[in-house]
């Protein structure tokens, strides 16, 4: 027979449970095979060490293992507590421990440790894939509540300590007391419940058991038979699932909840399947696309999406599923039931489980159908001129350069030609600009109408057009020349009025004249220059006649004189606040009164100025002159700011921000009554330097002002990120609007986009009263116009300021 030590070596060989001994000095003496197993260590590594020397436990354990020795010590039971130990292969493990002194004849000898690995089922624990598991799995880790019952009488025949602490009687108490004690529902419902369970080929019985404390908790019960020495008895599983339960509950009011939602959003939602295919979706949706939920359920979203798009659409997918993203944004078309296109869009997220695998995609389609046509009108509307519908001067730039490109991937020539309406300005005189407009337009018509469908014509502004023809030498360009001034020749018809209008036109080759546009450009207003002078239709450019255009070179030494002997004046442009309706705020608009020539128009030297260097100089007198007049103001009163229009070349200029800040140290001028007016063309030259300067500008308090809005194509891109306080309407789309009233929704968007990005919105070109109700309809800020005030030199301004501050007092 064995002894107690033989039996005692045999369990701690075949306990599955890792069992530890210490002495009181900490040092491991007991490490049996389990407690290999768990930790990857073998006994003789361990055995002879010190626990707290060991590499087994992390810090808090050590701490946890301690805490439990004294209490142990002191009497208490410390009960079961968690350790984490740390394995051979560095991994860690959470075992549940309990301990136990080690008595000798002396007294307590030392310790020991038994330790139950339960790494899986605490990983169990912390997965919440979804209520219904986390519910199930809460109810599954629960130690097991066991009953034995007497089947005849019904009596509790035995009970252990987990049912004890459950229904909160002594095990005697348990003993003493039938099940039918415990369970509140009767006798009929039990049977009731019995039949729907065998009918429902459950394996559990749903009760209600009382405890002691009176309270009642729903349990399921899981019974079979067993055959012992008093006969066959009933052994039952008892779990509590009152939490489980009121769980459930709780979610199908969520679900609930969740579907009133999901159904009464007002924009569309949809969920898909790692497949792409759709699972349920919304009414919103549905409404969206025209199709009822049971035809786009199970339905390939690609079947749904404009083909051009389902590429960019998988593309992103396939990042969500693969974890490169958290989720994605995209402007996707979506094709509804009818064939139209509903512009969305689409934000998608991805679910998954605790493992990182995908289950199911959602996502949220917003209808911006309307926006993106707005911002197609707007586009438009950069892009070509509003008056005849041609490409306007930005476009015309951009294919150029893309005809100048190809031209020189293939040898081919490109063709320029720049065309002025010569004595239109008599129509304009004699009959108004309203007839002037309406020649224009058959213009346009006619100039379309008789080329190539690969090329372009373009107004330019006034009664300048040009025209890129791809593929042309210069004998293609004569004949083309002269096929449009004969399309001119048959007279325009306005309102039973006969009119004759009659071109010249300049030509400029590439690659023989030039291959820049800019340059091509001067050729080709050379040339045509020369032609208006001849009396000819048409002329080609030649360098002898560059030296010979009427005052351009000039005027080059005229305005370096200008600069420095004080030819130059300022006249200011009040800008009214709609809301307040007082001024508060001018721009400054150089004039140049030539001794010999009279009044030059700006048109003619600022380009001059940029071409030539003299910008430079030009733009500091520009800001010196406004600064000091600002001061002034200032000084008696007058708080205006003062807004200074910036060219792209100075835009581009490294000390342009040293250059304002001298200027404004020098008049004692805040730098918040200085406003810098640029145009979306000068940003898009240099737009990461433009970034740069205006951020340094603005972080002095410059206002930032962004002139002429909507002639450009490119700053919609960047004006978020742009630091602007201000945009001011093209005074083009206000004429417009004044035209025709459904134009009105470009100032409108125009002002939205402003307000979305928190920036003041200034309409130009106001010349009515009705115009200007209408701005302050639509939520504009500020506006200036001649319907308010002409540019006026700054002692009128003074009067027209203090003017306006008495009406508003």
């Known amino acids: 027979m064995s002894t107690w030590a033989d039996i005692g070596a045999i369990y701690l060989a075949q306990s599955p449970d890792a069992i530890v001994a210490l002495d009181l000095g900490g040092v491991y003496c007991v490490f049996n095979p389990a407690a290999e197993r768990l930790s990857g260590y073998r006994a003789d590594e361990i055995l002879g060490r010190r626990f707290l020397d060991s590499r087994l436990l992390d810090r808090a354990s050590m701490v946890r293992l301690t805490r439990a020795y004294r209490e142990a010590s002191g009497g208490t039971d410390p009960g079961p507590f968690e350790i984490t130990v740390i394995r051979r292969d560095q991994s860690t493990g959470t075992m549940e421990g309990r301990l136990g002194l080690l008595r000798g004849d002396d007294g307590v000898v030392g310790l020991h440790l038994t330790l139950r690995d339960v790494t899986a089922r605490k990983r169990v624990e912390g997965a919440l894939h979804d209520r219904e598991m986390q519910y199930r799995q809460m109810f599954e880790r629960n130690q097991a509540i066991k009953l034995i019952i007497d089947p005849q009488s019904g009596m509790i025949v035995d009970a252990n300590r987990a049912a004890c602490e459950f229904y909160g009687h002594t095990r005697e108490r348990l003993l003493a007391m039938s099940i039918q004690e415990i369970n509140t529902l009767s006798a009929d419902e039990v049977a009731s419940e019995r039949s729907r369970a065998t009918a429902e080929e459950r394996d559990c019985f749903a009760f209600c058991h009382r405890l002691a404390s009176g309270e009642v908790r729903d349990v399921e019960v899981y019974s079979g038979p067993v055959d012992t020495e008093q006969g066959k008895l009933l052994f039952s599983i008892i779990h509590d699932v009152t939490d489980r339960r009121r769980a459930e509950e709780a979610l199908r009011e969520s679900e609930a909840r969740f579907r009133v939602i999901f159904e009464a959003a007002p924009i569309g939602i949809e969920l898909a399947n790692r497949d792409g295919h759709l699972i349920q979706t919304n009414a919103a949706l549905q409404k969206m696309l025209g199709y009822t939920a049971d035809e786009l359920r199970d339905a390939d979203f690609a079947s749904i999406t404009h083909p051009d798009d389902v590429a960019a659409e998988n593309a992103l997918d396939d990042e969500l599923v693969a974890g490169r993203r958290d989720q994605y944004q995209l402007e996707k078309r979506h094709l509804h039931k009818d064939g139209r296109v509903v512009w969305t869009r689409l934000t998608a997220t991805i679910a998954r489980d605790d493992t990182g695998d995908s289950q199911f995609a959602l996502g949220m389609v917003e209808d911006i159908t309307d926006q993106k046509r707005a911002e197609e009108a707007l586009a438009y509307q950069a892009l070509h001129d509003t008056l005849t519908g041609l490409p306007n001067r930005v476009l015309l730039h951009d294919r150029l350069e893309q005809a100048l490109l190809s031209g020189k991937r293939s040898g081919g020539p490109v063709a320029l030609l720049l065309m002025d309406l010569d004595r239109f300005?008599?129509?304009?005189?004699?009959?108004?600009?309203?007839?002037?407009?309406?020649?224009?337009?058959?213009?346009?018509?006619?100039?379309?109408?008789?080329?190539?469908?690969?090329?372009?014509?373009?107004?330019?502004?006034?009664d300048e057009f040009a025209v890129v023809l791809p593929d042309t030498n210069e004998r293609g360009a004569i004949r083309a020349a002269e096929k449009l001034v004969e399309a001119l020749a048959q007279p325009f018809t306005v309102e039973c009025h006969a009119l004759q209008v009659e071109a010249s036109v300049g030509i400029a080759i590439a690659p023989d004249h030039s291959q820049e546009r800019t340059t091509l450009l001067r050729q080709a207003d050379v040339a045509m220059y020369v032609a208006k002078r001849a009396g000819n239709r048409c002329a080609v450019y030649r360098a002898e006649d560059d030296g010979h255009t009427p005052g351009r070179l000039t005027l080059v030494g005229d305005l370096r004189r200008a600069i420095e002997g004080g030819e130059l004046f300022l006249n200011?442009?009040?800008?009214?606040?709609?809301?307040?309706?007082?001024?508060?705020?001018?721009?400054?608009?150089?004039r140049w009164r030539h001794p010999e020539r009279g009044l030059i128009p700006p048109d003619e030297f600022i380009g001059l100025a940029e071409t030539t260097g003299l910008i430079r100089p030009l733009t500091v007198w520009v800001l010196n002159e406004a600064l000091r007049q600002c001061r002034a103001w200032h000084d008696h009163g007058r708080a205006v700011s003062v807004a200074v229009n910036l060219s792209p070349r100075t835009l581009q200029d490294r000390e342009l921000v040293d250059m304002v800040r001298e200027h404004l140290d020098r008049w004692q001028v805040h730098p918040t009554w200085l406003e810098l007016e640029i145009t979306e063309s000068a940003i898009m030259a240099d737009a990461d330097r433009a970034l740069e300067t205006l951020l340094r500008l603005h972080d002095m308090g410059v206002g930032i002002s962004i002139d002429d809005f909507g002639t450009g194509y490119s700053s919609l891109a960047y004006l978020k990120n742009l630091p602007v306080d201000e945009i001011k309407i093209d005074k083009s789309l206000i004429l417009s609007m004044a035209r025709n009233e459904d134009d009105a929704f470009i100032p409108q968007s125009v002002i939205d986009l402003g307000h979305n990005l928190g920036m003041q919105v200034v309409a130009e070109g106001v010349e009515t009263q009705r115009t200007l109700d209408r701005l302050a309809a639509m939520g504009c800020d500020r506006a200036q116009g001649y319907h308010l005030s002409r540019p006026l030199p700054a002692n009128e301004v003074e009067r027209w300021l203090d003017e306006s501050l008495a009406q508003t007092a």
């Open 425 to 462: 300005k008599e129509i304009n005189d004699t009959f108004g600009h309203h007839y002037g407009d309406l020649v224009l337009e058959q213009v346009g018509r006619r100039l379309h109408h008789v080329l190539r469908q690969s090329d372009t014509v373009a107004r330019l502004g006034g």
């Open 572 to 590: 200011y442009q009040p800008k009214l606040d709609l809301g307040s309706h007082r001024v508060t705020g001018v721009e400054a608009l150089v």
